[in-house]
């Protein structure tokens, strides 16, 4: 693979320090068509001190789904796509570049928004999938997924981290002076690491990838994003068998994880890093239902296993909230009452940390 490739020079000679208290952000996918309308809502919605978000299109079709916009950061990879999903070819074709002309949109778009504030955010974020869901949800000339050849996995892991400084570039010069945060999805991560993939003909499984290799290939990704100017990267990934030790063990600056069915062991493991200096990132605004919880019950749900576990309140500084899940398939409308639920979440559990 080639050097990652990233202009200094865009990027902020001292990054501002996050803040000290909770804040909300968003996961990445967002409803509708219209990224101006979506930049707008969101830097409206998560102004300072919380995290506004490059927000990711699926509804635009082809090309705005996260794991194709992913594809397009690959360094030497280039992919299209056939009836079973995203394919690895030889040479860029017209859903690559269609991929890649919709997140140039996003970055412009980005810009343009930005530069119309009387005070602009202090912080962006944005996502991208992880190396490993990546090597799941692409696949290889045969058909069958790259998660299947190791040297595939090893070969989309280098790619991707030789891409990612690139796209910080891109982002940090729509956005100056702003400290950068990713967020890395990994979706599959636990049936990844179980071994319950599917191969392409749904037959048999594929064979777990073993956990230092899942390290490794974390620590590649994110030693590039470092080196491109992020300040704060995290791993999101289902609560259900999520790998919090391996996370951390990457190097990971946070971990990003929903709420509604996290057990007692793993509120204990989140206590742990949080004593650390890591960063949770809760999904404490369950989204699933017609209906959008009570701010008051959200407080509590976070607020009361945190002090249980013997934590201070003033350490509860170290939490993001976020919704349980992204919002695409929502409407415009619903999306920003999310975010405008989740800033009524933040402020409750800052009143109670300040007593």
């Known amino acids: 693979m080639t ?75 280039a992919v ?5 999903g995203w394919r690895l070819v030889d040479r860029p074709g017209k859903d690559f570049r269609r991929a890649a002309s919709a997140l140039a949109t996003d970055i412009n778009v980005l810009a343009d928004v930005a530069g119309t504030e009387d005070r602009p955010a202090a912080e962006i974020k944005v996502q991208l999938v992880g190396p490993l869901s990546l090597a799941a949800g692409l696949h290889l000339h045969n058909g069958e997924r790259a998660l299947i050849d190791y040297g595939a996995r090893r070969d989309l892991a280098a790619s991707l981290a030789a891409g990612v400084g690139r796209h910080l570039s891109r982002v940090a010069a729509a956005v100056p002076g702003a400290r950068l945060v990713v967020q890395i999805d990994e979706p599959d991560i636990a049936a990844l690491l179980a071994g319950t993939i599917p191969t392409s003909s749904g037959y048999r499984t594929l064979r777990a990838v073993p956990s230092s290799e899942a390290r490794e290939s974390w620590r590649v990704v994110l030693d590039a994003l470092r080196a491109a100017g992020a300040a ?53 605004l369950n989204v699933a239902g017609e209906s959008l919880p009570r701010a008051a019950d959200c407080v509590d749900a976070v607020w009361r296993p945190w002090r249980q576990l013997g934590l201070s309140p003033e350490g509860i500084s170290t939490i993001r909230l976020t919704p349980s899940s992204g919002l695409a398939g929502r409407t415009p409308a619903q999306a920003t009452a999310i975010l405008g639920r989740l800033t009524q979440v933040a402020d409750g559990l800052n009143q109670l940390a300040q007593g």
């Open 3 to 77: 050097e990652q490739r990233h202009d200094a020079g865009s990027r902020p000679a001292e990054v501002p320090a996050p803040p000290r208290e909770v804040t909300a952000t968003g996961l990445g996918s967002w409803p509708g068509e219209d990224p101006v309308e979506a930049a707008k809502i969101i830097r409206g919605e998560l102004g300072s001190p919380h995290l506004p978000f490059l927000a990711e299109l699926p509804d635009r079709g082809v090309g705005s789904d996260a794991l194709g916009r992913t594809a397009t950061l690959l360094e030497e990879l």
């Open 80 to 84: 299209d796509v056939q009836p079973y």
């Open 232 to 284: 704060e990267i995290v791993i999101s990934v289902p609560e259900i068998e999520a790998p919090f030790e391996q996370i951390l063990a990457a190097g990971a600056d946070g971990i990003a994880v929903p709420l509604r069915a996290l057990t007692s062991r793993q509120w204990e493991q989140l206590a742990g890093a949080a004593e650390a200096g890591k960063r949770l990132w809760i999904g404490a």
